[in-house]
């Protein structure tokens, strides 16, 4: 009987310290110092949320890069992949269209020179960052819908590409919001 | 495959083991009652803790009083946790009005998180309200894996206790695991997540008009304070559904290799804490050097898989490159694929790209690694494991070469081994039997997502994550049914405790013997010759038991690929 009561006192006392104080303590101190993070590092512009620079949005005009595909449309409130396995046809065929779509959408690219990542669905359904390649195809594109030069645009992408940290851990990769921030204040759009 | 990738597998590995080990030190410390620098902070905490919790330090528990204690609390714990599921849509701290979950959903995951598997048949952004995220799961991701640690902790002082009952005091061990590692390791660890991009809010979801017109919906919430213990518990259970691979979870890289390091630092540890207690510090060496190298070719073998990339992609639309269905990009292949062998040996179960959408021998190596469930394993209880098939190595060989089987200087006899077999066998038992079970019934194979072979692998791997309590998944299976939600939580709560009790009681019977000093006849398990038995003994049976069951799941898939691109 001792034992249930230890127990009960325990499970209330680090319920309150470990589920409340402790959670309480960190965002106090996280708003604290990094208050820009802390509530998921939205990108305001004039005066809206336009999203956050962490989170991939859907985006299809012409005009602005495309981040990777998504198997949740971008939902920001149900991440998840596709989880389609490595021999699934539907694997095939979602790949196919998405291979379709960049196509289409950048007439003159040749089939083999698109990499893996820019057709596969992402694990989180809003990875928001793309390879440099994949950065390059959609160039030509961007520049002839928003008017901008295409040496502005490659200089833009140059500019905020981040290497691997260290030289060896991640992929070189440049974030879809931060270069359509760029284009949206530079166009004024 | 590049070399820099290459490079960045290997440096997570040494990175873990370099700061593991010293860890090692503390822990044994923390657990032998020395003094610490902060004593003055630590110890007027604890004396309150102690009288808000109404416990007597000087008191010590032999084995079936310490788990007395510990399967209560855990009980306590876990119908605490089942109430908050279930009422939290009338609680506060509820901005996104999230409802209560069923009743076998709320049973599915509170067993899920009290067992440190964090098995998640719900999607956290939209099934779990702020409270249930901090009060119930950001709580038992601390006491969970501090119940894993407490039980490992103690086993060892039953081991290498002389002629004695005691294996220490409960409530002492308990609340000192979270003053003095878990909390401070935690609080750190928040802060800098938060800082390198993790929210942390108490703010509902933020609505955004995108930049080309449209409305994005963004959840949020209190993020960093879970995810620092979801990593450092080895628990896994992600605040969203994407786990880790959610750029809220993992916005970087270098948070990535911080979350990989922080989920291996401590089993790291506890394998120094070990030598230290058996004070043979050959035997820790031993191990490391055993471990690590599955560890490593885990990890290579993943990461050749993934960056040879799908060849039925390559033959079917013409492109070629690693396999980036499911994996985020500023992972990219080498880390990623170094996160599946790692969440899966320390059994983490977070998951930083989708395991249903690995390549057929990549998948291979998660199975393997929760098969084992020792290679380092997950908070104390991978450290049960390794002793358990240590000393069915020392009875083997014992036999093999006409010595009486003895550890650590503790004699093992009829009632040790029969203990251990059982602890042994429950779990290829609790993860083939239910298998087999879903897999001939409506409502087991109604929930697969992939075709063919690939949908018995989803299935298979459900019930190997819960019996290893590791929560990754094949994550296709719509594991939110009845069946599903019933059938996982038990083999979660029987996989967990079962193997805990059988330990204990050899704990208990090992500690009342006298320790006989090694002799010439002592059979030396320090040595790398007999490491290489003991990974024999574990590999063998592993694949004995589970050989089949595999065949049919990756191995066959990999057959059929390859039967597949030699047709056309």
Redesign the interface.
Known sequence: MI?????????I???V????L??L???G???L??PW??????VV?RG?????E??A?????PW?FHP?PSAVD????????????????A??AE??RN?HVVERQNPGVT??S????M?????????????IPDALIQLPRVARASGLSRSYLAGLIARYTQG??L?????P?VNVMRL??AI?RRTGR | MTV??S??IV??IAVVLLLGIPLGGYLHRVFTGARSWFEPVFDPFERL?YK????NQSVRMDWKAYL??LM??N???MI?AYLIFRLQGMLPLNP?HIPGMSWDLAFNTAASFITNTNWQNY?G??SMSYLGQ???I??LQ??SAATGFVAAIAFVRGLTANRSDSIGNF?VD?IKI?TRVL?PL??AF??LL??????????G????????G?T?????G?V???E?IKQIGTNGGGF???NS????ED????T??LEMVAMGVISVALIAVFGKFVANRRQARVLYVFLTTILLVGAFVVYANEAA??P??HQ?????????????????P??SSVFVAMTTAFTTGA????H?????LSGLVPFLFMMFNLIFGGKGVGLLNIVMFLIITVFLSGLMVGRTPEIFGKKIEAREIKLATVAMLVHPFFILVPTAIAVATKAGTSSI??????GF?EVLYAFTSAAANNGSA???LNGNTVFYNVSLGIVMLLGRYVSIIAMFAIAGSLAKKAVIPASAGTLKTDTFAFGAVFVAVFVIVGALTFFPALAIGPIG?QL??LS?LAGH
Do not use: C
Request: hydrophobic share 50%; no cysteine.
């Open positions: 034992n249930l009561w230890r127990s009960l006192r325990f499970t006392v680090f319920a310290l470990l589920g409340l402790y959670p303590l960190i965002t101190i996280g708003n110092l990094f993070q802390a509530q998921g590092s939205m512009w809206r949320v336009v999203g956050s962490l989170i949005q859907q985006t299809t005009v602005l990777r971008y939902a920001g409130n149900a991440s998840g992949g596709s989880n389609l396995g490595p021999t699934n046809p694997l095939i790949i196919r291979l089939v083999s698109i990499p893996t990542e057709v596969e669905s992402s694990g989180s359904g809003l990875d928001p960052d793309i390879s691997r940290v030289g060896i851990w991640g992929e990769m359509n921030m949206v | 820099a990738g490079i960045g440096a997570v803790l808000l919790v109404g416990v007395r204690a209560l609390v009980f306590m714990m605490f996104d999607a952004e939209q901090t009060l119930a950001t709580y601390f006491t409530w308990f979270h909390l935690a609080i928040a802060v938060v800082g390198l991009g993790v929210p942390q809010t108490l703010l979801a933020q609505t955004a008009h995108t930049l080309q449209g994005q919906i963004i959840s949020r209190p960093a304070s879970l620092a969203f559904n994407a691979a959610h750029p809220f916005p970087t890289a270098f990535s290799v990339g799908n039925l992609v079917a639309l013409g492109i070629a490159g690693p396999n980036m269905e499911g994996k985020e990009w500023r992972f990219g080498a880390l998951v930083s790209s989708m249903d959408s690995l390549m057929p997502l992939n075709p063919g072979l690939h692998s094949f994550a296709g898939e059929q690929m597949r």
